[in-house]
Structures are given as structure tokens and as C-alpha cells.
């Protein structure tokens, strides 16, 4: 009983001190918007795969000339394709192919890349990337940490009380954004989110 007793003051006190070093505190998240300079990549399988039987005659070659050739017929800078071998190689097909990519800085000239269609040309994966500085990521948390620190003020002000410190911040965010274009989503717009606590007076 004296044990169990002395267990449960050791509680009590070890709570005080908690109590005391952690001050009540009010949680938040925020927010802000800001656009980003995608660059855009599509992948094409050219393939023996992709051609129909009565067709059979066709080689490997002729396929890539003919696409390269309806491309450049469509305006589009073919010295921008990437032969990818190995991608293709790990796909696993029966018959000779190889993937192209094409990378550009322009939304509109994607646009353009996929709608050209050619024999033995099938679409694999459409991506869509960005990389922020280091500079702007401090710039973007700033602005994020104000939009925090505002909603807790007005919190605070609503019940009477004020905030003093920050006594906790979050940062989840990732430097780099690679995002599948799958869905067709082209919005340059992304939000910049970060949680903070503050002190709650």
C-alpha cells in the first residue's frame, strides 16, 4: 500500500514538472500558394509489339523514322527525344522496341508530342517536374509560418487570450514535385503547407 502510494506522488510530481516546462499552447497549420516551372516528360514505346500482323514486314528502323519524321512534319524539335533501351529492355516484350522520351519546358508543346500518333507507337507515361531552391522554400515556410501565426492570433483573440512564442514548427514539405500527368493535371498553382504551435497567454 506505502509502495503503491509512493508510485502514484512520484506521478503526481513528475506531472507537475511537465505541466510546468510545457505551456498551454494553441496548434495551427499554414498556408501558401504560390507557382511553380514544371518541366514536362513523355515516354513512347516504339515497338515490333505494337504492329499488326499483316504488317510484319516493317523493321524496328522504320518505325522510329517514321515517327521521328511525322514530329518534325508537326513542328516538334526531334533532337529532344532520348533513347531509353534499358526502360524497354525491363518491360519485358518479345519483339524488338526501344523507348523515346521527349522533354520540354512547354506545356503547349507536349500538348502537341502526344497527338502525334504513328505505327508501332504506343503512349507509356506522361510526368510532370519541378524543383524548388533552397531559397524558395525559406521564402515559402516564411510565408507560411505568417498565415499560421495569424489564424492562432484571431483563435486566441476569439476566447480571450493571446499568443506568445512559436514553440513547435513542422515542415513536411519536399523539394522536389514529380507528379503523373495521368489525370491530366496541368495546374502550375501548389500549396506550401506548415503546422506551428504557440504559446497560448
Partial sequence: MKKSFLLLMSFCFINSILAQETPNSINVNGAYEYEIEPTYTSSMIVSLNNVYYDTQTVSLEELIKTYKDKLGQAGLDVSKLKNDPLSYALMGYEKDGVILTFT?????????????????????????????????????????????KQKAEAIAKKIGRSIGKAVYISDGNNQEINESLYYGNTLKKRTYFLDASFELL
Avoid: P
Fill in 104 to 148: 520540354t519546358d512547354s506545356l503547349e508543346e507536349m500538348q502537341n508530342f502526344l497527338l502525334v500518333r504513328a505505327l508501332g507507337v504506343s503512349r507509356s507515361e506522361t510526368s510532370m517536374k519541378a524543383t524548388l531552391t533552397d531559397s524558395q522554400m525559406a521564402d515559402y515556410a516564411q510565408r507560411a509560418y505568417e498565415n499560421a
